[in-house]
Structure formats: C-alpha cells, structure tokens
C-alpha cells in the first residue's frame, strides 16, 4: 500500500510539472553530464528491486522502479530540447537506459547536481515533502557508503 502511495505521489508531481523549453543552466557547478552520479544511482537501484532489472511493483518496473509518468516527461524534456531520441516504455527494464532517464531528470530538474535532492525527489517526486522521504534519504545513504 506504502509503495502504491508512493507511485501515485510521484505520477501525480510529474503530471504537475510544466515543460520548460530552455536547458536549466547551473550556476557554478558542473553540469549534470560531468558530475558524477553514479555512486546514487547505484545506491537507488539497490533500495528500488536490490539490483533486478525485471522488478515490478505496480506500475513501477526496472532497477530504478520506473513510472510510466517518468518516462512521459523524460519525453517530454527531450521534446522541449530539439532531440528526436524517444524513451520507451520497455526502456524501464533496461538498467543504461533508467540510468539515463535518471541523469536526465537531473540535469532538467536538478542542475545544481544536490545529491539530497536528487535521492528524495526520486522517491517523493519534485515537490516531495522531506518528511515522508526521510526513511528512503537515510535508506540510500547508508547504501552509499
């Protein structure tokens, strides 16, 4: 019920975000595509399906537990940036290509590459509360180490 929870909170941020046309530029810091997130993307997989890139959970599949709703705006950022490239549904069960959604969800939402940010608007969507994330920030955490 807590993940089912989880999912409609995420889906329903996401539907709740509105396309930005222009890149996001950071200010100061690197860019998403140079900064380094591999240590938190690992991290999420092993809290998400502990590795398996055929875990399901609802509407949730892959290593990283990917909603369709995620995959639209992935699109839809893609869209708004001029590329022709296109996620897929079936991408989810792909750990690269979630690895890829991942970093692009950080680079349109996250430009400022805030690791705690990162980690709790995955598990609560752009608008999370970070008190309904704090089991699932310390979860992720401890795996990073």
Not at 101 to 124: C, D, T, Y
Request: aromatic share 6%; charged share 25%; net charge positive.
């Amino acid at each position: 019920m807590k993940r089912i929870v989880k999912n409609v909170c995420l889906s329903l941020t996401i539907l709740s975000l509105v396309p930005h046309i222009a890149l996001a530029a950071t200010k100061g810091g690197e860019s998403s595509e140079q900064f380094d997130w591999s240590a938190v993307m690992e991290a999420i997989i092993l809290v998400e399906s502990e590795g398996n890139p055929r875990a399901v959970s609802g509407n949730s599949v892959g290593a990283m537990q990917i909603t369709p709703i995620l995959v639209r705006e992935c699109n839809n950022i893609l869209k708004a940036r001029g590329s022709e490239k296109r996620f897929t549904l079936a991408d989810r069960y792909s750990v690269s290509k979630s690895k890829e959604m991942f970093l692009l969800i950080q680079s349109h939402h996250n430009p400022q590459n805030n690791v705690e940010k990162a980690i709790r608007s995955w598990n609560g969507g752009m608008r999370y509360s970070k008190r309904a994330t704090n089991g699932y920030y310390a979860k992720v955490m401890r795996r990073m180490k």
